[in-house]
Structure formats: structure tokens, C-alpha cells
């Protein structure tokens, strides 16, 4: 009988999760209808603000929990698992309605984050070892109000960098 749980037991799950939503076909997802001009660099640019913004706020709403080092770093590395994966089953679901494909990604996307949010504040050694853990529920909740942070940041940093470049170019 095994009574001492090792960290491979708790790893091996987010392995197989990870392999199992980071599908191949997430390299042919492109949900941004790309202009006659490619603005591929401007985009990726304006998506790592996005997600920028969505660690400060995950980093934020868990300040006063216990964090791994570098939980920031930590919380960048994440999303170049859910970022491929949303864009896989967004191409996964073209057929559907755009609104309902993205409702569903991005719901997802807060589920998995969450769970890996928790993860790595109860497994990786803690920055400060003396304040509380989270809880599945605050980690969660991080990961909405991330998720929405960043959705909401897009558009506005997307109308800048509009108004920036015809600004620029006349």
C-alpha cells in the first residue's frame, strides 16, 4: 500500500491534459481575418499585452497567497499551452456560431487555467511559505477576472494601434 503520494502522481494528470487539449491542428487555427497588408506581428504583439494584462490581474487577485517564485513567469508559461489549445478548438469549432465557438473556448480556457493556477500554487515551493494557499475556488476566479481583463483589453488595444497606424501613415 502506498501511502506517500509522489509529485510524478500529481503531474502525470496535467500531462495527459495537456496533451490531450494541445492539438496538432492548432497550428492551422487563425480566427483573425487577415488584411490585404499582413499585420501578423502587430497582432502577436497586441495578444501579448492581452495576456500581459491577464497575469498582472491572475497575479493580482492572488497576492496575498501563497505563490511559487516567479509565479509571473510561471503564468506566461501557462498560456503556451491554453493560448495553441483556444485556438485549436476554436478551428475545432468553425462550423459553429463564432459567438458560441469562443463562449465555449473561453470557458474552457478558465476551467484549465484554474486547475493549473492551483496546481502551481500548491505544488511548486512558495516564494513565502507562510501565507495561506488558495483555494480551487479563488484560483478559478482569478483566472475569470484574467480572462475577462484580457478580453476586454484587446479591442481597445487593437482601436489604438488602428488610430496609432493611420496616424503614422498620413
Known amino acids: 500500500m502506498k501511502t506517500k503520494s509522489d509529485i510524478t502522481d500529481y503531474i502525470r494528470p496535467l500531462v495527459i491534459l495537456a496533451a490531450v487539449i494541445f492539438p496538432i491542428v492548432s497550428a492551422q487555427a487563425n480566427p483573425i481575418e487577415v488584411p490585404e497588408k499582413s499585420i501578423i506581428p502587430e497582432i ?61 473556448g473561453e470557458g474552457l480556457v478558465v476551467v484549465v487555467e484554474g486547475l493549473l493556477i492551483y496546481a502551481m500554487c500548491w505544488l511548486i515551493a512558495p516564494a513565502n511559505p507562510t501565507l495561506p494557499r488558495p483555494t480551487m475556488t479563488k484560483c478559478w476566479l482569478a483566472s475569470l477576472i484574467g480572462n475577462i481583463c484580457s478580453a476586454v483589453a484587446f479591442p481597445i488595444l487593437f482601436t489604438v494601434f488602428k488610430i496609432v497606424e493611420r496616424s503614422g501613415s498620413g
Open 44 to 104: 502577436s504583439f497586441l495578444i501579448g499585452l492581452a495576456i500581459l494584462i491577464e497575469v498582472i490581474c491572475v497575479w493580482f487577485m492572488l497576492r496575498r497567497s501563497r505563490r511559487p517564485r516567479f509565479f509571473i513567469l510561471w503564468l506566461v508559461g501557462m498560456h503556451l499551452i491554453t493560448y495553441p489549445s483556444f485556438m485549436g478548438l476554436l478551428w475545432l469549432l468553425q462550423a459553429m456560431r463564432p459567438a458560441f465557438a469562443v463562449a465555449i
